[in-house]
C-alpha cells in the first residue's frame, strides 16, 4: 500500500523506461513528511535514508509526482516514465557507502521487474537542466556504474571545442529540455564530469559524442 497519497495513474497506460534520482535537502523525517503531505503535492516511490534504510511511498506502477517541468529523449511527461528516488542528502555532502550500497540493490530489484537500460537512469539535474541541481557533484555516478547501474564515458581523445557538436550529442543522448548551452553543459558535467569548469572544454565534446555514439535514442517528437 502506498503511504504518500501523491500520484496517479500513468498517462497512456506506459510503463516505466526510466529511473530518476533526487536529492531532498530535508533530513529522513522532513522528508517523509512532506512527500506523504497532500498539501505539497510531491511525491516519489522510494526514499532512501543515509544508513540505507528504504521507504517505499508509492506503488511502482502508478505515477508518482516527482520530475515536474522536464524533458528526457523528447518526452514531456517525465513523470508518466519514470520511478523517482528520493535520496536524503543535504546537497553538499558525500553520499554514504550504505546508502549507495541500498541504492544499487533497490536499482536491481526495480530493473527486475521494468525495462529499464543503464542510458535511462538520469538525474533530476538531467531531465530539467538549470530548474533543479539534484542529485548534485557529489553523488558518485562513476561508482554507481560500476555496480552495474547506469552508464559513464569511456576514455577518449580530444574533441573540438565546438558548441554545435556538443549540443547534437547532447540532444542524441537525450538532453532534450530547453535550456541555454551553458545551461546543459553545467547539467551535464554534474553527471559526468563533476570535476570539470570554465568554457566548454574538448574533454566535454569528447564525453558526449562517446555517450551518443552508443546510446542514441530513437525520440519521439519534442513536445515542450
Known amino acids: 500500500m502506498s503511504r504518500s497519497p501523491n500520484h496517479g495513474p500513468r498517462k497512456g497506460d506506459v510503463q516505466p523506461d526510466m529511473i530518476v534520482l533526487h536529492y531532498t535537502v530535508l533530513d529522513l523525517d522532513g522528508t517523509l513528511d512532506r512527500l506523504c503531505d497532500p498539501e505539497y503535492e510531491v511525491s516519489a516511490h522510494y526514499a532512501l535514508c543515509p544508513t540505507g534504510g528504504v521507504f517505499p511511498l508509492v506503488d511502482e506502477g502508478r505515477r508518482a509526482w516527482h520530475a515536474g517541468l522536464s524533458n528526457w529523449g523528447g518526452e514531456a511527461d517525465v513523470n508518466s516514465r519514470s520511478i523517482g528516488i528520493e535520496i536524503v542528502n543535504d546537497g ?127 525520440r519521439t517528437p519534442d513536445t515542450q
Do not use: N
Open 92 to 218: 553538499a555532502s558525500p553520499f554514504p557507502v550504505p546508502q549507495m550500497d541500498a541504492l544499487a540493490a533497490l536499482l536491481t530489484q526495480i530493473r527486475s521487474r521494468w525495462d529499464i537500460p543503464d542510458h535511462r537512469i538520469v538525474g533530476h539535474s538531467d531531465v530539467a537542466p538549470g530548474r533543479k541541481v539534484d542529485p548534485g557533484r557529489r553523488f558518485d555516478w562513476q561508482g554507481l556504474s560500476l555496480r552495474g547501474h547506469g552508464v559513464w564515458p569511456r576514455p577518449t581523445g580530444q574533441e573540438d571545442a565546438c558548441w554545435h557538436t556538443f549540443a547534437t550529442a547532447l540532444r542524441d543522448y537525450g538532453y532534450t529540455a530547453q535550456a541555454e548551452p551553458e545551461v546543459l553543459l553545467d547539467a551535464f558535467r554534474m553527471h559526468f564530469r563533476p570535476w570539470g569548469r570554465g568554457g566548454l572544454s574538448g574533454a566535454d565534446v569528447a564525453a558526449a559524442v562517446d555517450l551518443a555514439d552508443r546510446f542514441a535514442v530513437d
